[in-house]
């Protein structure tokens, strides 16, 4: 069973700081690696996302720094605002079935103080 | 664009009852998906859908079923509710394309308790 391992489970920064979200992997076969953000009450949203063949993606704030060797990535989150007090899932998609399948991790539920 | 739509908001049922939880998305997506999601466990695949007609068993089936007759409806059918269905149901699309199936759409969600 493919499995997506994420840390950490919560945590907690001051406004302005710098959020740090691990992922890790194991099957090889997985070839997108998006995230996605959930607010209480809310289905989740994607936020970004990145391709194996990338080391680094960046959108606004928000980047996905990618190891492929380690089998690992992570969401940062650069000058953490209030807003985006969420909860945040990586993923992993791969073709399964007779479709591309989604392996989400556990979620992290970040929590921003003003 | 509403987008993915869900129906109930929330259910309680009781042991033993049936339901069907209701999916519509006017985004013309051909892929459908249904999760179950449990505290502290991310999101687990139920059901998908890779257009009218054709579904496939994703990582947790049972105990439910679905059908696609429409593009745009994804019905998810609970037969003989247990406790251990007690979730937050989230059904989702994505563009047609394959190498876009990453991009789900999610609806806001069934919030579902089985006592």
């Known amino acids: 069973q493919q499995q997506v391992k994420q840390s950490p489970q919560s945590l907690i920064v001051q406004k302005g700081g710098i959020s740090i979200i691990n992922c890790a992997y194991e099957n090889t076969a997985f070839d997108y690696f998006p995230w996605y953000q959930q607010f209480p009450g809310k289905g989740p949203a994607l936020l970004i996302a990145?391709?194996?063949?990338?080391s680094e993606k960046k959108e606004g704030r928000f980047t996905i720094s990618f190891n492929k060797s380690a089998k690992q990535f992570s969401l940062h989150i650069m000058d953490s605002q209030p807003g985006d007090s969420a909860t945040y899932f990586c993923?992993?998609?791969?073709?399964?079935?007779?479709?591309?399948?989604?392996?989400f991790g556990s979620g992290t539920q970040l929590t921003v103080l003003p | 664009n509403a987008g993915v739509t869900q129906t109930p908001k929330f259910r309680i049922l009781k042991i033993g009852q049936s339901m069907t939880l209701q999916c519509t998305q006017d985004?013309?997506?051909?892929?459908m998906y249904w999760y179950r999601q449990d505290p502290g466990m991310g999101l687990k695949l139920i059901y998908y859908s890779v257009g009218a007609g054709i579904t496939d068993k994703g990582e947790v089936p049972n105990g439910y079923n679905v059908s696609r007759s429409t593009t745009e409806d994804f019905p998810l059918r609970l037969e003989l509710a247990a406790p251990s269905q007690t979730s937050v149901y989230f059904c989702?699309?994505?563009?047609?394309?394959?190498?876009?199936?990453?991009?789900?759409?999610f609806g806001p969600g069934t919030r579902l308790t089985v006592t």
């Open positions: 985004m013309n997506h051909n892929y």
């Open positions: 990145i391709r194996p063949d990338v």
């Open positions: 989702a699309s994505s563009p047609p394309g394959q190498g876009r199936t990453y991009e789900q759409y």
């Open positions: 993923a992993a998609s791969m073709r399964g079935g007779s479709a591309r399948q989604l392996t």
